[in-house]
């Protein structure tokens, strides 16, 4: 697992017990996993006692807010266990009490982070291919004639869930398929002059 200078030295800074109380270590591990657990409107400003940072440095507590969450990201990403965190943690010069409450904050958030990183970049179904087929009316079910024409039209869809790809099916009369075709030019046109801005 690797960080950026500027992380470790966040780490490092946090770790320090003479710049960061156990209170302040406390709030602001408490704040980095609220950041990526909470919505980001509740995210923008956890609640903390501003007593507690009253002497220390706003770029200080933001370094190291940052710092704890990029390595959270990272444990969390690389499903890190126990004595791994521990090792990492102590090569940033944590104390064994400021590591056994990472993980303890860790083990409370670990799940939701995994479910949020796993729902990165899913994409909902997308069509793959169109199929369609002309089917001649003669009769109802009620034994009237009707001659008249319908499209059994199948969207194939394509997802990396194959539990989401379902292909969609229908059946549609002449005029309905000459709508449905006029609409997907005009989407395809309007997704082209958006793509030009």
């Known amino acids: 697992m690797e960080l950026s200078e500027d992380s470790l030295r966040g780490l490092q800074r946090l770790a320090d017990p003479a710049q960061f109380s156990p209170r302040a270590f406390g709030a602001v591990l408490r704040a980095a996993f609220l950041s990526l657990s909470l919505s980001p409107d509740q995210a923008a400003h956890p609640a903390v006692d501003d007593t507690v940072f009253q002497h220390i440095p706003p770029c200080h507590i933001k370094e190291c807010q940052a710092a704890a969450t990029m390595f959270i990201l990272e444990a969390v990403r690389n499903t890190i266990d126990r004595a791994a965190l521990s090792t990492f943690l102590e090569d940033c010069k944590f104390d064994k009490e400021r590591t056994e409450h990472f ?3 860790y083990q409370k958030h670990r799940e939701s982070l995994e479910i949020l990183l796993e729902n990165i970049g899913r994409t909902p179904p997308h069509v793959s291919d169109v199929s369609w087929r002309l089917a001649y009316e ?15 039209v199948k969207f194939n869809l394509e997802s990396p869930d ?10 549609c009369s002449m005029e309905q398929l000459q709508d449905l075709v006029g609409k997907l030019k005009d989407a395809a046109k309007g997704l082209e002059r958006t793509s030009q801005m």
Do not use: G, M, V
């Open 162 to 171: 194959t539990s989401q790809a379902k292909d969609i099916s229908f059946n």
């Open 138 to 152: 003669i009769k109802t079910n009620q034994l009237y004639k009707t001659h008249r024409p319908s499209y059994l």
């Open 103 to 105: 993980w303890t904050e």
